[in-house]
């Protein structure tokens, strides 16, 4: 274990302390009034090292002030620090002093800004070998988190404080998740990550859900090719036709010695027309599904891009009403600091007021009328200078606590303001993405039908040429007769192409029951993804609090919560710290002490270093949770002056 130990610090024109020698014990107590110095001991011991003040500020004023405000000029401000480390002691000094130069064509010296000098045990070093030495000792941020009890808690921020968080432990393994839910074995965790899976079973389910959907209407668009036709009826009427039919043709052969080349050609023209019925429905079905298909697609572009424009629009929606909020809470803070502004000036008349106050009682006796003598004098102005003294001090804690909330409302303040500044930066971006897309402009394509082919027409044609051969034949003796054929085949035909329609019928009849059977199957497959999901969440949930209890485990007074529930069921990082189950924002001072106490005896022990603790407010905590790192603890008494023990 590397332990870092302050055994001195030395100020010198520092804020506002002129000169000041502390030794450190392994618990060092520093006690005092407001404004005495014990913050500012510990902005010191942090400049020494890192440039900042305590609260991790890097722009703070470290030059004392005169009366009138102004800083005091021709001052050297100096912090050393005595450590022991690793055995041997190390001396650290800094020495923030002015620069002065004449200007060309001035023989007076000017102001020319500040600069610092770096010693280690009294040499003269440079910045780089300076900053080099304290870092072979400990890192930066490794003092932050082990020497100030707020500053896990309270500056930094979530993301940094989750991340040294899961630093401290192993990740929770597949096979501790999977022992406290056997179901969770049915996932293809050998194969892929459990985000995958999620993944993959949210994209086959959206298809899936897409498919679903369709099939209604292409079941709707097969339903209404159908023809409700009465098939029985047709079929018997063209059975009674076609005995007309034969009876006219035997009265034909009868009066004609042609009646085998009749019969033979009638026979080529049922051949041909046969021939023609079915190319005609094999074009027709050619048509039909091509059609289908181009209307299908134009559809499903049209409907991918209106989806995408719109999740862009509630994207942006969520954006606006998110910077609303923000916008309220700044008026809110600024109306907080406008409200501490005028307490502090309200504060500062009443100081002014008490000070200029002078004396206007009476020196004489009530019994006797004469003055008191002047040691009973001096006696009664002392007692109206200390009552006059502790009103004003009691004033300036009251204007103090003021400053340091408005200190916290302004933090608050600069935050939300960033906060706004960047979601407005992903309104434009949103909004820039948006008018982007425009309108959907593909225009719905034309289906150019596919045409018969020639061999329909030249069939055509030829039943046409076999027509006029058989009216040539008996053209003179049965004219009445082939009229009345004519009449009857065209009778015939008709019947044949609503008869047609009962094998398209059947046809039909599959093609729905085939997407019947794929709905069911769908549905089915369906299940199963959302089976997986549900799966999927339950394997991130048990994780999760699997991960936050391994968490837990290292502290002894905080929890934190690693990972919040959102309205759609989604989990969210984030790192919240409780007290005893009770939010760290509203745990009282001595909680929020001890709180960081906590942390610091659990990283010390993971990072195996130590370094000062120095706890600010002290006076808040009744009791202090041991630890094994040097502690310094500043106490707010009522003493002017600074007391060291």
């Known amino acids: ?57 890097k722009d703070f004023n470290i030059k004392p002030f005169a009366e009138n405000g102004e800083v005091k000029h021709g001052l050297e401000t100096v ?7 690793e055995g041997s002691t190390v001396e650290l000094m800094k020495n923030y002093h002015e620069k002065w130069a004449k200007k060309r064509g001035n023989t007076d ?57 899961l630093s401290l432990i192993t990740d929770v393994k597949k096979e501790d998740v999977l022992a406290c839910f056997e179901d969770l074995k049915e996932l293809d965790l050998d194969n892929y990550k459990i985000d995958e899976i999620k993944t993959m079973a949210k994209a086959t389910s959206k298809k899936i859900n897409k498919d679903i959907e369709d099939i209604p209407i292409r079941i709707s668009e097969l339903e209404n090719t159908k023809k409700d036709y009465n098939f029985k009826k047709l079929e018997s009427e063209k059975k009674e036709f076609e005995k007309e039919l034969k009876n006219i043709d035997n009265l034909i052969l009868k009066s004609s010695k042609s009646a085998d080349i009749i019969t033979e050609k009638n026979n080529l023209i049922q051949d041909y027309s046969n021939r023609m019925r079915d190319i005609k429905r094999e074009v027709d079905d050619f048509n039909e ?77 009530p019994t006797c009328k004469r003055e008191f003598d002047e040691d009973k004098k001096d006696e009664i102005l002392a007692d109206f200078n200390k009552q006059k003294a502790e009103n004003l001090l009691k004033i300036e804690k009251e204007a103090n606590e003021v400053k340091e909330e408005r200190e916290e409302f302004i933090k608050k303040l600069e935050k939300t303001t960033k906060d706004k500044d960047e ?92 997407y019947i059977q794929k709905e069911k199957e769908l549905a089915t497959h369906f299940e199963e993804q959302s089976r997986v999901l ?45 007290v005893n189950g009770v939010p760290y924002s509203d745990v009282n001072n001595a909680g ?22 120095f706890v600010d407010n002290a006076e808040s905590v009744n009791k202090l949770i041991d630890v094994n790192s040097q502690i310094i603890k500043l106490y707010v008494s009522e003493e002017k002056e600074l007391k060291i023990k």
């Open 79 to 85: 912090v050393t620090g005595v450590f022991e480390a």
């Open 592 to 613: 929020k002490i001890n709180a960081g106490l906590d942390v610091i005896n659990s990283l010390s022990k993971f990072m195996q270093k130590r370094v000062p603790i």
């Open 423 to 514: 979601v407005q930066e992903r309104i434009k971006e949103l909004e820039k993405e948006y008018n982007d897309f425009g309108e959907f402009e593909d225009e719905k394509p034309v289906f150019v039908k596919k045409e018969l082919p020639d061999i329909y027409f030249n069939l055509e044609k030829e039943i046409e040429k076999i027509k006029e051969d058989l009216q040539s034949i008996s053209e003179n003796d049965n004219t009445n007769l082939l009229e009345d054929k004519k009449r009857i085949n065209d009778e015939i035909n008709a019947l044949n192409s609503r008869i047609q329609y009962k094998v398209l019928n059947e046809e039909l009849e599959q093609k729905i029951n085939v």
């Open 289 to 365: 599904d091509e059609e289908r298909k181009i209307l299908r697609s134009f559809k499903e572009k049209k409907e991918i891009f209106e989806d995408t424009k719109n999740e862009v629009k509630k994207s942006l929606r969520r954006q606006e009403d998110k910077l609303d909020n923000l916008k309220e809470e700044i008026k809110h803070f600024e109306k907080l600091i406008a409200h501490n502004d005028e307490d502090i000036k309200t504060l500062r008349q009443k100081w002014v007021d008490i000070n200029s106050k002078e004396f206007d009682g009476s020196l004489v006796c």
């Open 1 to 57: 274990m590397q332990e870092l130990i302050l055994k001195s610090l030395k100020l010198q024109n520092f804020k506002g302390i002129k000169d000041l020698e502390i030794n450190f014990n392994d618990e060092t107590v520093i006690s005092g009034a407001n404004a005495t110095g014990k913050t500012t001991i510990f902005d010191a011991y942090s400049w020494l090292l890192w440039d900042k003040d305590s609260f991790n500020r």
């Open 109 to 165: 010296l000017v102001f020319d800004g500040n600069t610092t000098d770096y010693y280690i045990n009294s040499v003269p070093i440079k910045k780089s070998e300076y900053n080099a030495r304290i870092e072979s000792l400990i890192s930066e941020r490794e003092f932050n988190l082990l020497s100030n009890p707020i500053y896990f808690n309270q500056i930094l921020d979530k993301k940094e404080r989750r991340d040294v968080l």
């Open 534 to 578: 549900y799966l999927c969440d339950e394997y991130i949930r048990i994780y999760t609090n699997l991960v936050q209890d391994k968490v837990n485990d290292l502290f002894k007074v905080v929890d934190f919560r690693l990972f919040e529930t959102q309205v759609n069921g989604e989990l969210k990082e984030t790192c919240e710290v409780t």
